[in-house]
């Protein structure tokens, strides 16, 4: 692309991060969109106000994380019998001017100051959309540091955490973070730690179901946000260069990582780059009828919604732990990312008979629209609300009996 040349992306760009800027400094009072009754209680969720903007038709309904995560835990707060108030979870400037009978809060940059003008009784909740934000940060560090030993290049490393989370983290009464037992474990030195799923939304197409699984069994898809060192793009071309695999690419390539990686780029027929490709576009659908698996060596997540959307579409999970999803028999784990296990794993899982691949493809799209269900998601943030409230309550009970006991006010 010219030097100063528009085009739709690059427009489509500038007005989403306007929007954003726009949406950062707002604040939504009193969401009640999901009360049947006026709500006796006030709650305050410091996460993204630009989802809720529109008009709930106008909404986005195709990319669940952050988004999704956006419209549903206000809808929770609203059946749990909550008034809402919603700001940025970036917005430095604003304070409360009102009583919260429960905050919310999301990262280490207003949690802080917003936590410090509530009162005590306020019940706390801290966020979390990932790891335990030191070990993410030690992750991609690593990552960077191995790729530098390898290529001799040092890129910057994208998507680690500046501002420090650990206010947040030692103060609240509860986290609710994405992922299962691997991601709540990075999180041990808090007591009250509940996991869950991440979500997609719902879909009607079932073109897996006629899916040529024998040509698809060379093919494999690599669908991710951003971060190519983060989630491990660098390892993928290093596995299937010198291999008749094929890997399609939908990511955004960074300038300087496409330096480093220029070669298996430029020259290697097997590797198929697209950049951003939306989820349910028809370049998404044509991608999903012609690859079998959907593979990301990352090495940080909470659960990557990417790979999720992948799976109800019909694509067989190859992943690490990293990626904190459980996998049964349906899906393909990594003991690891080394270059030789990612080589050796995808040379093996193409050797596997056609039933066996329709099968696991069956069972994973049953399997993702069961436990990763809008619906699932909503009942699992309700219960861990209600869970953390219930826990809160008790504890400050005891300590008021125990103050009482010593003939203390509280």
């Known amino acids: 692309m010219s030097k100063g040349k528009i085009t739709v992306d690059s427009l489509k760009d500038a007005i989403a991060q306007?929007?954003?800027?726009?949406?950062?400094?707002?604040?939504?009072?009193?969401?009640?969109?999901?009360?049947?009754?006026?709500?006796?209680r006030?709650?305050?969720?410091?996460?993204?106000?630009?989802?809720?903007?529109?008009?709930?038709?106008?909404?986005?309904?195709?990319?669940?994380?952050?988004?999704?995560?956006?419209q549903e835990i206000p809808r929770v707060l609203n059946e749990l019998g909550y008034s809402v108030d919603i700001v940025n979870?970036?917005?430095?400037?604003?304070?409360?001017?009102?009583?919260?009978?429960?905050?919310?809060?999301?990262?280490?940059?207003n949690f802080e100051s917003i936590s410090k003008s509530l009162p005590e009784r306020t019940v706390r909740i801290y966020l979390a959309t990932g790891i335990y934000w030191?070990?993410?940060?030690?992750?991609?560090?690593?990552?960077?540091?191995?790729?530098?030993?390898?290529?001799?290049?040092?890129?910057?490393?994208?998507?680690?955490?500046?501002?420090?989370?650990?206010y947040a983290v030692r103060n609240s009464d509860g986290i609710i973070c994405l992922g299962n037992r691997s991601a709540i474990e990075t999180y041990f030195h808090h007591p009250k730690v509940i996991?869950?799923?991440?979500?997609?939304?719902?879909?009607d197409w079932e073109g897996w179901r006629e899916k040529n699984f024998e040509k698809g069994r060379k093919h494999f898809l690599f669908f991710s946000g951003r971060g190519n060192v983060l989630k491990g793009l660098d390892l993928l071309l290093e596995a299937f260069v010198r291999t008749d695999l094929h890997l399609h690419i939908c990511q955004h390539v960074e300038p300087e990582f496409a330096d480093a990686y220029?070669?298996?780029?430029?020259?290697?027929?097997?590797i198929h780059v697209y950049g951003f490709v939306p989820m349910r576009s028809p370049k998404f659908y044509s991608l999903a009828n012609k690859c079998n698996w959907i593979i990301s060596p990352?090495?940080?997540?909470?659960?990557?919604?990417?790979?999720?959307?992948?799976?109800?579409?019909?694509?067989?999970?190859?992943?690490?732990?990293?990626?904190?999803?459980?996998?049964?028999?349906?899906?393909?784990?990594?003991s690891d990312c080394r270059i030789d296990t990612l080589r050796s794993t995808v040379i093996s899982v193409c050797g596997m008979d056609t039933d066996s691949i329709r099968k696991m493809t069956t069972e994973v799209v049953v399997v993702t629209k069961q436990l990763y269900s809008v619906e699932n998601f909503r009942r699992n943030v309700r219960e861990a609300i209600a869970e953390?409230?219930?826990?809160?309550?008790?504890?400050?009970?005891?300590?008021l009996k125990y103050h009482s006991s010593k003939g203390e006010s509280r």
Request: glycine share 6%; aromatic share 10%.
């Open 18 to 40: 306007r929007l954003a800027g726009w949406a950062k400094s707002r604040v939504i009072r009193d969401y009640e969109e999901f009360c049947d009754t006026k709500p006796a």
């Open 42 to 70: 006030k709650a305050l969720l410091s996460y993204l106000v630009l989802p809720l903007l529109p008009p709930p038709a106008l909404r986005d309904r195709v990319k669940f994380s952050n988004r999704g995560i956006a």
């Open 89 to 109: 979870f970036d917005n430095r400037s604003w304070l409360p001017d009102r009583q919260y009978d429960l905050f919310i809060g999301h990262g280490g940059i």
């Open 134 to 166: 030191r070990e993410l940060n030690n992750r991609v560090q690593q990552r960077t540091a191995d790729l530098a030993s390898r290529r001799g290049v040092v890129i910057s490393s994208y998507r680690t955490v500046e501002y420090e989370e650990d």
């Open 195 to 203: 996991g869950l799923n991440n979500a997609i939304f719902p879909f």
């Open 262 to 270: 220029r070669r298996e780029f430029t020259e290697c027929s097997n």
């Open 298 to 334: 990352t090495c940080s997540e909470g659960q990557p919604g990417s790979v999720l959307e992948c799976m109800a579409h019909g694509m067989i999970p190859i992943l690490p732990k990293e990626t904190n999803i459980d996998i049964g028999e349906w899906g393909i784990p990594l």
């Open 388 to 399: 953390i409230e219930e826990s809160t309550r008790k504890i400050n009970f005891q300590n």
